[in-house]
């Protein structure tokens, strides 16, 4: 009996464990955003607003924000300072975005 609640309480601590340290990494919101920013540039592009070395710059601008967030999940805990600093550049980005897509350029049509 002894053996089973060792084991018990084992798992229990592992799972526990496990929990608190995905749960110090997770960043579904910014996750989410960075999904609707992408299929802002990609509707940007197939409606002819974004040129294509307008949205090769924002597709880099986002590649860089993935890359910060990596960088933050990397020793095992997002903090709040990191992910401040990422919706900081998220807002940036989102910004970008809107100004390219309204700035007045539009992308050569074939004829």
Same mark, same amino acid.
């Given at each position: 009996m002894k053996k089973n609640l060792f084991s018990v309480l084992t798992a229990f601590a592992l799972l526990s464990a496990f929990n608190s340290a995905s749960a110090q990494t997770a960043t579904p919101g910014i996750t989410a955003r960075q999904h609707n920013e992408q299929a802002r540039i990609r509707q940007g592009v197939r409606s002819g607003e974004l040129t294509p070395a307008e949205a090769a710059r924002l597709r880099g601008r986002e590649a860089d924000?993935?890359?910060?967030?990596?960088?933050? #999940?990397? !020793? @095992?805990?997002?903090? &709040?300072?990191? $992910?401040?600093?990422?919706?900081?550049?998220?807002?940036?980005?989102?910004?970008?975005?809107?100004?390219? #897509?309204? !700035? @007045?350029?539009?992308? &050569?049509?074939? $004829?």
């Open positions: 924000i993935r890359q910060d967030k990596r960088a933050a #999940k990397a !020793d @095992g805990v997002v903090t &709040r300072d990191e $992910r401040h600093e990422i919706r900081k550049d998220e807002n940036q980005a989102s910004r970008a975005i809107y100004r390219q #897509k309204h !700035d @007045g350029q539009e992308r &050569r049509r074939a $004829r």
